[in-house]
C-alpha cells in the first residue's frame, strides 16, 4: 500500500498566526490527496481536498499544496482561531479508492 | 439523509468474546470501508467493499471479518476478542465506481474495549 508521514505531529500557534502541516507519500501513482480535521471523541470529517493535476487549493483560511515530484503535500491554515485545534490527518489514495492516513498532528491554538 | 450510523457507539468485551460492528448508509454508495483507530494514530483499513457481495482485506485484516449483502450495509465481525483489538471502530463511504476519487464520509464511531 501506500506509506504516508505527516510531520509535525504537535502544533502550537498563536491566535491568527498560521499553521503548516506537511506530508509525504510513497507511490507515485497517487492521484487524490485528502485532508481531514477531527475533534476528541468526533468523526474525522473532510476539510480540503487536492487532485493530481492540481497544485493548489484554496478554501477561505484553509489550503493546500501538492509537489507530485517530491512526492509531497501540505495544508496551510492562515489566521487562525481557537476553533481550528483539533487534529488533522493527510491521506493519499493508492490502488483505486483506498486511503493511506498519516499518523496526526495536533494543533493547539493559544489565544 | 443519515449518512453513515455505526451501532453501538461503546462496548465493552471479554476476552474471548465475539460481536459485530454494524455499518449501514443511505447515500447509495459502491464503496464502504471499516477502519481502526488506535489511540495517537492515524486511520488503519481494515477491509472494504467495492460493492454488495464483493469485499476484500486491507492493512489489518486478522481478527475481523465482513460481509456486503446489501449495498447500504457493511457489518464487522470480530471471533475472538483480543486485548489488542482495542480501539476506536470507523465505517466510511464513498460513491467510487466511475466517479474518480471522491471524499469518504465517516460515521461516529464505535470505541470498543477489551478487558
Known amino acids: 500500500g501506500e506509506n504516508v508521514e505527516q510531520h509535525p505531529s504537535t502544533l502550537s500557534v498563536q491566535e491568527g498566526d498560521s499553521a503548516v502541516i506537511k506530508c509525504t507519500y510513497s507511490?507515485?501513482?497517487?492521484?487524490?490527496f485528502p485532508w481531514y480535521k477531527q475533534e476528541l471523541g468526533k468523526r474525522p470529517q473532510l476539510i480540503i481536498d487536492?487532485?493530481?493535476?492540481?497544485g493548489e487549493k484554496k478554501d477561505q483560511r484553509i489550503a493546500v499544496t501538492l509537489n507530485k515530484t517530491a512526492k509531497h503535500f501540505s495544508l496551510h491554515i492562515t489566521e487562525t482561531q481557537p476553533e481550528d485545534s483539533a487534529v488533522y490527518f493527510c491521506a493519499a489514495s493508492w490502488d483505486d479508492y483506498k486511503l493511506s492516513f498519516g499518523a496526526g498532528t495536533t494543533v493547539t491554538v493559544r489565544a | 439523509n443519515a449518512g453513515v450510523t455505526q451501532t453501538p457507539k461503546f462496548r465493552i468485551l471479554k476476552i474471548g468474546q465475539s460481536m459485530t460492528l454494524q455499518c449501514t448508509q443511505d447515500?447509495?454508495?459502491?464503496?464502504m470501508y471499516w477502519y481502526r483507530q488506535d489511540p495517537g494514530m492515524g486511520l488503519k483499513l481494515i477491509y472494504y467493499s467495492v460493492g454488495a457481495g464483493i469485499t476484500d482485506k486491507g492493512e489489518v485484516p486478522n481478527g475481523y471479518n465482513v460481509s456486503r449483502s446489501t449495498t447500504e450495509d457493511f457489518p464487522l465481525r470480530l471471533e475472538l476478542a483480543a486485548p489488542s483489538q482495542t480501539s476506536v471502530y470507523f465505517c466510511?463511504?464513498?460513491?467510487?465506481?466511475?466517479?474518480?476519487?471522491?471524499?469518504?464520509?465517516f460515521g461516529d464511531g464505535t470505541r470498543l474495549s477489551i478487558l
Open positions: 487536492i487532485r493530481s493535476n492540481v
Open positions: 447515500m447509495n454508495h459502491n464503496y
Open positions: 507511490d507515485s501513482a497517487s492521484n487524490y
Open positions: 466510511a463511504s464513498t460513491q467510487g465506481a466511475g466517479a474518480g476519487n471522491q471524499p469518504q464520509h
